[in-house]
């Protein structure tokens, strides 16, 4: 039974090893950079190079007692297990993890997204028995647009409002790096000004080999000069002392949870950008689906909706309530 | 409808009043008539459909999502409308919906039969942005922050109007404002309005600040009155028809054969509607059981017969009398009374007091002995304006009666509280147990209502749906206007106008109040 290698706290049985453990562990395989999946103080780790660099930047060089490399599509065998990371889609490194025993494959999926991204590796479907996926937008009503869409809608609000800075609020790691390619892919080459939470892991991206563009410290730039212009800053500092330094600013914010608009109203979002590093509802259904896995274990977001959805097709399906992602939509947890 | 639904859009997310107003204004500039008065009518909250309602919606939605998870999301998104926007699973070559009014009119002539086809084919058709404006519009649940008063001030703006005139001819307005808009485009005369058979915006009272306002204010400027507890109403006695308006203008005039075939003379009065027999005023709750029915039940009639306590007038005949002072007008009031003799119409007496402490112990004495909610304080040389202008009428409420309880259940907020456990059920000891006595929304800072959300999330027993029952740990003292013995909740007891005054987050489960505590309240009422 592939139940049997897995208990519901993600941990790996026959070699003692959790997946995105939430507490430091012997041994730990991380499935990318967010908070929510990657802490320090774990013994060993076992993650992508990308995912390994970027815990370095966030948490320091000696964040685990060592790190063990495992590139995407490279089977890992120890004792009677097969380790084998698939790319996620969701940001630059970020894995699903295969575990193979006994002729029973599991997934665990972490974050991810089907649709092409370049700041990621992009999302390989990996056929299994037991899939434990997130399920962030885990709801009929989430019915994420095309990223594209969001942008033009942006464009058009920085060139029907010149005299105004556009700031855009979303998450250091991952979303920052996607919506500025985004923009430049969409032809914007002007120059991105950055909150400086956001330069490091900037630099890594282009490090790691994502172009980026001209991106520039937002710190010290004359008011005047950012008119007109985009500013990528965390959400929290969008609405806090640092975004008085910009003329007339325009809220934006980019996350799946904008499609909500009320949601927007709360979080005094003037523009709302639909833009999601996570599946929507139907390509939830879609990827559970695609795997073949006939158990569904469900977490991160709205589990009750998708075990829901999954018994009605026959699936064995069940929450997994792990603790420390109980959220609601909140801006924390997430990523 | 792509034009009106950008307007609603940037309406709902634009947090600056300015900037609304200048959305606001732009729109009726430049949109073409009968376009911009439909769009004025769904602003302001005029527009109603016989046979689109959100029940409808809803069920035109289940025929094609899943029940249970339909309810799932409308608990997580908190708005039904925005849920129904959001989960309609079919999406068509998006193209442009027909024009406001051509909608309005779809949804006035198709037949309930054919709707849910109709609105459907609307929903798949429509663009994201289009499909929330489309349900906002069919489920006249706007929520985005737009009062009709701005409405009116961006009409204002756009014209030059003075606010005042505008809302002057408002009432006898019909939609879509055709003769509203040729008249602020200076293109007619201001729309001929019988001013004294119609709907005219009541003046509301500011509440009294016992230490700032009572010793600026002298005792021998001011008439005072109870304040009644029942509510406000205009009776428009139009020579031939009778109107009876709710404070916003609804007319509800069916509900209340008992008066409104029992009237006589030709007058605009102020007062409050009140049920009880011989003129002595029952509880408020048997006044909601008769509010509740849109036509009145001969049951109804014989044991809550309704009247009126009058306590102003606005049209004396057909005269406005509005700019008179209230002395003026309260002689014309008793006068005309004299002359018209009522069985459904009453005075409300004004109260004689030789200071304000006189008064305050009226005050006490009336709320101990009769339940009164309080007195009202009304400047005698105020005219009668609309709206709630400052230093003319005050409200003194009694003091609230205020009771420590134990927080049961929370559930989450509508709207802008989606995300938040704003909406609480409290109880008090019964022996060991702890019984519900109330329900009432968050009534604290933002700061604390965060507070108060982790708490819940962190102490929470068990959730049903959107419900969570927590650990009976948290204190909130509670106040009310008065306590009511009902066989509805499982305590026997019934608040009127809870509302949570502090969070007692120092104050022991244990030592909140029991119910032998609050039946000192019911005795009083």
Known sequence: MASQILDRDLHIRAIDAFIDPNVPRERAIITHGHADHARSGHGAVLATPDTIAIMKVRYGEDCAGRFEPLDFGVPLKIEDVTITLYPAGHILGSAQVLVEQAGQRVVVTGDYKRLRDRTAQPYEPVACDLMVTEATFGLPVFQHPHPSVEIGRLLKSVADQPERAHLIGCYALGKAQRVI????DAGWDQPIYLHGAMLRLCALYEELGVSLGDLRPALDVPKAQLAGQIVVAPPSAIRDRWSRRFPDPVVCQASGWMSVKQRARQALVELPLVISDHCDWGELQQTIRETGAETVWVTHGREDALVYWCRTQGLQAEPLNIQGFEDDGGEGAGE | MKRFAQLLELLALTPSRTRKLTALTQYFREVPDPDRGYALAVLTGALTFRNVKPALLKETVLREVDETLFAMSYDYVGDLGETIALIWPHHGAEGDLPSLTDLIELFNTTSKSDLPKLIAALLTQAGINERWALVKLATGALRIGVSARLAKTALSEMSGVDVQEIEEVWH?????????FAWLDGKAPRPDIDQSARFHPLMLSNPIDEEKDLGKLDPRDFAAEWKWDGIRVQLVLGGGTVSLFSRTGDDIAPAFPDIVDNVHGRAVLDGELLVGKDFEPGSFNDLQQRLNKKVASAKHLKESPAFIRVYDMLFDGREDIRTLDWTARRARLEAWFAANPQT????SEVLPFADWDDLARQRRQGADEHGHEGVMIKLRTSPYVPGRPKGYWFKWKRDPNVVDAVL??????????????????FGVWKGNEIVPVGKAYFGFTDEELKLLDKWIRANTLQAFGPVREVRKELVFEVAFDSAQESTRHKSGVALRFPRISRIRWDKP?????????MMVFVGST
Do not use: C, I
């Open chain 2, 344 to 347: 459904r119409l009453d005075l």
């Open chain 2, 408 to 425: 049961m259940y929370a559930q989450r907020g509508h709207g802008k509280r989606s995300s938040f456990y704003s909406d609480y059920t």
């Open chain 2, 172 to 180: 006898g307005l019909k939609v879509p404002y055709l003769d509203l």
């Open chain 2, 509 to 517: 489960a244990s030592e909140a109040a029991t119910l032998e505590d």
């Open chain 1, 181 to 184: 390619a985004l923009l430049r």
